[in-house]
């Protein structure tokens, strides 16, 4: 059975007075949901609030973004190790906004999950097609290259610890939703790919959906067989929405 998993992407949103108050309500409405892990990616800048805020409660925290090595001439960058510096527990890797606004590549993101895991961050690997190449049917294509790139430089064995988020990049922020039946069938097929290379761990990955995810939404999404949870991004700023989607992760 694998335990669902509600991430918040607060992206670059929020001032340290709207982090305080996120937190604290997160904080208060999650007690009595132990049966989902709740995780928050908020800016770096407020990893210190988690940290404070979040220390004595099940919530985790997580980078939203590393570079490589632990330390160097790397200017504006931030190191896995800092990370693990303010208690984070996941950092994502390869959101659409990295790979597409800041043009992360195949090759920098496997580094970057490497890097990752060689400081004990879990990574939360996000995956997604394009409209383009959704309607060009290379989705499958496009997300096997995606893991394919991660598994061939960090190994198979590099899943155990991971997540992987699949959030076709079309419904990132439009508020457009994949069907539970369109997100099940992918979260099948990256089952499926990861099963060539063990079917072991294929089972034992959490993969979350991720696109436009919000209250109405969340139970249909995770009640399909392998679909784990989601990674919320404009829901998870508001501190109701988000608690409801985490209350559905609990009931389904
Ligand atoms: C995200 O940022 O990962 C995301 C899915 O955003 P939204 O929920 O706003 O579509």
């Known amino acids: 059975m694998r335990k669902k ?18 937190l604290e309500s ?19 800048v407020y990893l210190q609030q988690c940290e404070e805020t979040l220390a004595d409660s099940l919530i985790s925290w997580g980078g939203q973004n590393l570079y490589l090595g632990r330390a160097g001439a790397f200017t504006g960058e931030i190191s896995g190790a800092m990370l693990v510096d303010y208690g984070c527990q996941y950092v994502l890797i390869g959101h659409s906004e990295r790979r597409h606004l800041f043009y992360e590549d195949v090759n920098l993101l496997a580094a970057k999950y490497k890097a990752a895991q060689y400081v004990g961050l879990q990574p939360v690997l996000c995956v997604g097609e394009t409209i383009e190449e959704r309607e060009a049917g290379k989705t499958e294509s496009i997300i096997q290259q995606q893991l394919a790139s ?11 610890q991971a997540v992987i988020a699949y959030e076709p990049v079309w419904a990132i922020g439009t508020g457009l939703t994949a069907t539970p039946d369109q997100a099940q069938e992918i979260h099948a097929f990256i089952r499926q790919v990861l099963a060539a290379y063990h079917p072991g761990i294929a089972q034992s990955v959490r993969i979350l959906y991720g696109g436009s995810v919000k209250p109405d939404n969340a139970k249909s999404l995770f009640a399909m067989p392998d679909i784990d949870g989601g990674l919320v991004g404009g829901a998870s700023l508001d501190a ?13």
Not at 5 to 22: C, E, F, P, Q
Request: hydrophobic share 50%; charged share 15%.
């Open 150 to 160: 991660v598994v061939e430089a960090a190994s198979i064995d590099a899943f155990r």
């Open 26 to 44: 997160i904080k208060q409405g999650a007690g009595t949901l132990s049966g989902v892990e709740i995780i928050i990616f908020p800016s770096f």
């Open 240 to 252: 109701k929405a988000f608690l409801a989607i985490c209350q559905a992760a609990m009931y389904t």
């Open 5 to 22: 998993i509600v991430a918040g992407n607060w992206k670059m949103n929020g001032s340290r007075y709207d982090a305080h108050v996120l």
